[in-house]
């Protein structure tokens, strides 16, 4: 009797087998309905073979194989070996996360088939500028595996760039997938993409659709009639029989790389699936990560530069600073700056205040005991919420209402301390009553629908003043804005993250770039206390080359990334004493000593070390070498395993850690 080899979505490192009276080679890559401990699950059968590890006997008989779907092919399968072992996570799981959940329902919904885009009204293309045709012509579809970087300084045309590339990989009868950071930030690159190619299937995939939604979409790549995916990071995985073209937009963005469950980077599986596939990348960006820019400067990837904004008329912002130190500032607003919007007011013009922090205030606070609203939960603060009365943690959720009193003390004159997008906006509601603002952050946007209504109305000149978050430095065009301020930047100058700088610096490029998009000069004010600092002079010369230089000579002298290759063990528990007793048993495993070019440090608590009553450690390891470190990574994870721990503890490695 044959035997099935199934990927069980388990967080376990091997496959399962079960007996099948009949089933081929050619079954694998289908479903299966297995037992499983006293229910039933759906799993994907990997291989077809005639013996076991197990004891025949002992093998339990598989269900139904499904077959209303073709077998997923082997280059999926090579696909989630390769980002299995690279981040040491369970095959079953690569393999079945990336499938729609209505594909490993047991109790499947009827589903009808994919619905051709609706044909809109093509809209003519613009002559291409000199640099956008120097880009393209580096890139040749039909030679195979290549990465190429395009660095584009903000309204450069990179777009455009991916659109005529896009249009020749379709006229090769190709399909092309096209990965964004957060599709709902951004609905007007849909937009272009469907209206640039109207009797195109384009399909979305990215998680706020419906289910059903989802998976028709995937159906309709995984057949191969839809020829343009346009997705977020799990559409990476989407199997495309066609595929000869992976963009990455905004590749710099950290929203590509998962942080829970299987954390992977999108960018970086996509570069693997492109050179397993013999096609082209292209990773766009006006501020690309460090990692991108280092492997275009030592010439892995090949480097095409856009330097002037596309539309002749638009220029690039003025980029000034405001030494806060010489200033007056009401609420934190420099008088320069309140001058600035007031001009702007007058001449009908749009402004844009950016405060990278959501909330009223970030803490509320005792004068007269000290106390401070913390989260119970969290080693963090509960953020003030005025809006609707509450505190709440912006790390775990946990809520409740504003106290009147301080909780410890009685003292009744309890004060809101620092400042987030909402006092920021009714204070300045009070100082421009005239002014109609319009308040964007994670509060006031919650849906995608939401959004399509608050660009509409920005469109629509709706707004004289928008006060808001890193949502809205996002690929967003509003003509009207002529000026960007920055508050608070400061902050993340001297952050413990070593990455902070890098990206502080890319946030303040994208919103910057928001000004002056159209036929209107835009000027940029950054208050500061740091006015010699060599980010900021970096931003006033629109110099990301030399600002990533710096960072790079520094990241090598310090050993950091790119420059090492790490990979982080963390554990969680309730108390932080078996947290780092576990993760020194892990650094104290004998396997360590055999690879020596492997560094392992000591155990830290996290920077947030308690998340939601769970006390969080982190053990980092590190090799100069790549290789090495993923020869060492499995065989340390198989160690790890074998170590007792209490029963609530939790740990999982994260390869190429983003956050510390
Ligand atoms: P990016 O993606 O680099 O920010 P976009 O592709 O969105 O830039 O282009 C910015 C603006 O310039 C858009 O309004 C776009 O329509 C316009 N544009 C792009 N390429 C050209 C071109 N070759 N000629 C004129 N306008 C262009
Ligand atoms: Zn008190
Ligand atoms: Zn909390």
Redesign the pocket.
């Known amino acids: 009797m044959p035997v099935l080899r199934v990927a069980l979505d388990l967080p376990l490192h091997r496959l399962f087998d079960y007996l099948a009276s009949t089933a081929l080679s050619a079954d694998v890559g289908l479903r299966v309905r297995v037992p499983f401990g006293r229910g039933e699950r759906i799993g994907v059968i990997v291989e077809v073979c005639e013996n076991s590890e197990w004891p025949i006997e002992q093998l339990k008989p598989a269900g139904e194989i499904l077959r209303d779907l073709p077998p997923l092919p082997p280059d999926f399968f090579a696909l989630c070996a390769f980002a299995s072992n690279y981040y040491q996570a369970p095959f079953g799981e690569v393999v079945l996360q990336g499938l729609p959940v209505g594909l490993k329902r047991l109790d499947p919904p009827d589903r009808r088939k994919a619905r051709a885009s609706r044909p809109s009204e093509a809209i003519a293309k613009?002559?291409?500028?000199l640099e956008?045709m120097t880009a393209l012509a580096a890139i040749d579809l039909a030679a195979g595996f290549s990465t190429h970087l395009l660095h584009?300084v903000?309204?450069?045309?990179?777009?455009?760039v991916y659109l005529r590339l896009i249009e020749r990989a379709l006229d090769a009868g190709q399909q092309v997938l096209l990965l964004v950071p957060e599709i709902n930030l951004t609905p007007q690159l849909e937009g272009r993409v469907r209206a640039r190619f109207p009797d195109t299937g384009v399909v979305s995939l990215h998680s706020e659709l419906a289910e059903a939604a989802r998976e028709r979409n995937w159906r309709a790549a995984f057949a191969g009639e839809a020829s343009i995916v346009l997705g977020t990071r799990l559409s990476i995985f989407t199997p495309m029989p066609r595929l000869g073209l992976i963009v990455i937009d905004e590749e710099h963005d950290a929203s590509f790389k998962q942080q829970d469950g299987m954390r992977y980077s999108a960018r970086d599986v996509g570069v693997f699936r492109a050179h397993q596939l013999g096609i082209p990348i292209l990773l766009g960006s006006?501020t690309p990560s460090l990692e991108s820019w280092a492997n275009a400067q030592s010439k892995r990837y090949g480097l095409l530069t856009?330097k002037e904004?596309?539309?002749p008329e638009a220029t690039l912002p003025t980029v000034n600073l405001l030494d806060t130190r010489k200033m007056l500032l009401k609420e934190g607003v420099s008088e320069r700056l309140i001058a600035a919007i007031k001009e702007r007011l007058a001449r009908g013009e749009q402004s844009l205040i950016f405060l990278n922090r959501r909330g009223y205030a970030p803490v509320l606070a005792c004068m007269a005991c000290g106390w401070v609203s913390r989260c119970t939960r969290c080693a963090a603060n509960m953020v003030l919420h005025l809006a609707d009365r509450r505190l709440r943690c912006h790390h775990c959720g946990f809520e409740h209402r504003i106290p009147k009193a301080c909780p410890t003390c009685g003292n009744q004159d309890i004060h809101p301390f620092g400042r987030g997008t909402q006092r920021l906006e009714s204070w300045l509601q009070e100082e421009f009553p005239e002014a109609r603002i319009l308040r964007v952050d994670r509060d006031s946007v919650k849906s995608r629908k939401q959004w399509e209504v608050m660009l509409e109305r920005i469109h629509g000149g709706e707004a004289d003043i928008l006060v808001g978050t890193q949502m809205l430095a996002k690929?967003h065009?509003f003509p009207k804005l002529t000026l960007v301020g920055a508050l608070g930047a400061d902050a993340a100058l001297f952050a413990a993250d070593w990455r902070a700088p890098e990206r502080l610096f890319a946030q303040l490029m994208q919103v910057a770039g928001r000004a002056g998009?159209a036929e209107l000069k835009g000027e940029v004010l950054i208050q500061t206390q740091y006015p010699d600092h060599p980010l900021y002079a970096a931003l006033v010369a629109h110099d990301y080359p030399g600002f990533a230089e710096t960072l790079l000579k520094e990241r090598e002298q310090a050993g950091f990334p790119p420059y090492a290759f790490q990979a982080m063990l963390r554990a969680e528990a309730p108390d932080m004493a078996d947290s780092i007793a576990f993760l020194n048993a892990a650094a104290a495993l004998p396997v360590i000593a055999e690879h020596p070019n492997v560094m392992i440090y000591d155990p830290i608590p996290m920077k947030l070390s308690r998340l939601a009553n769970l006390e969080r450690g982190q053990l980092l390891s590190e090799s100069p070498s790549r290789p090495a470190l993923q020869a060492f990574l499995p065989r340390w994870r198989e160690a790890i395993e074998t170590l007792k721990s209490p029963s609530k503890l939790r740990w999982h490695i994260e390869v190429d850690p983003l956050e510390f």
């Open positions: 613009p002559e291409l500028t956008q584009g903000t309204g450069s045309g990179k777009t455009e006006a856009l904004r596309a539309n690929g065009d998009r």
